[in-house]
């Protein structure tokens, strides 16, 4: 099992949609979680970090599942500047406490 | 600040030359690292750095050299240049393992 597994995708939306990204994790015992975006043949950008409790900046909202080992992100209303893939991150596995990075999935919205 | 710098943008090298690609950060991060992005596999820890003169492999090292003389700066060494180098090649600092990561804007490195 990868240490952190996300879908590819792509997924196509269309402009307002709701869409939602799960990704899971194999380390039982990470205790950070992040979202970063990346646009083509950018930089990964931190989007936002993923708490217990959940946390939501405007239209992304974030989710942590522990007993599941899953992290979920929901974009709402979205938007074309929107498209991008989002790289799930986790902290720990055979890393130890450094972060493993997700392969990411791939959202296209469309007009 | 300007975050995390990298140097140079683009580079083209032949098989078995060697070369220095650099990386500093003004954020006064302790914790610094080195990634390869390669098609469909993601980011891939080179070589890690926790603070000045303390340097650790990661996962993909062979090939690699890196040094952390001061807090700022983290050049990457390539030894001896193969194909199987060519990549995107991402500087990211924080403030210590396991916080979130700032990233350089990359070097992309063609060997021929």
């Known amino acids: 099992r990868k240490e952190v597994e996300q879908d590819p995708g792509p997924f196509n939306v269309p402009e307002g949609a709701t869409v939602a990204f799960n990704c899971t994790y194999s380390n039982s015992a990470s205790q950070s979680f992040f979202w970063y975006r990346q646009d083509c043949r950018k930089e990964p950008k931190l989007l936002m970090s993923?708490?217990?409790s959940g946390n939501e900046d405007g239209r992304f909202t974030a989710q942590l599942n522990r007993a599941s080992q899953y992290i979920s992100l929901l974009i709402r209303d979205s938007k074309l500047s929107d498209s991008a893939t989002y790289l799930c991150?986790?902290?720990?596995?055979?890393?130890?406490?450094?972060?493993?990075f997700g392969t990411g999935t791939r959202l296209a919205v469309r007009p | 600040n300007a975050g995390v710098t990298q140097t140079p943008k683009f580079q083209v090298l032949k098989t078995g030359q060697s070369m220095t690609l650099q990386c500093a950060q003004d954020?006064?991060?302790?914790?610094m690292s080195w990634y390869r992005q390669d098609p469909g596999m993601g980011l891939r820890l080179i070589h890690y750095s926790v603070g000045a003169g303390i340097t650790d492999q990661g996962e993909v090292p062979n090939g690699y050299n890196v040094s952390r003389s001061t807090t700022e700066d983290f050049p990457l060494r390539l030894l001896s240049a193969a194909p199987s180098q060519t990549s995107v090649y991402f500087c990211a600092s924080s403030y210590a393992a396991g916080y979130e990561q700032y990233f350089g804007p990359g070097t992309r490195l063609t060997v021929t």
């Open positions: 993923v708490y217990s």
């Open positions: 954020m006064n991060h302790e914790y």
């Open positions: 991150v986790v902290n720990g596995g055979s890393s130890g406490d450094k972060l493993t």
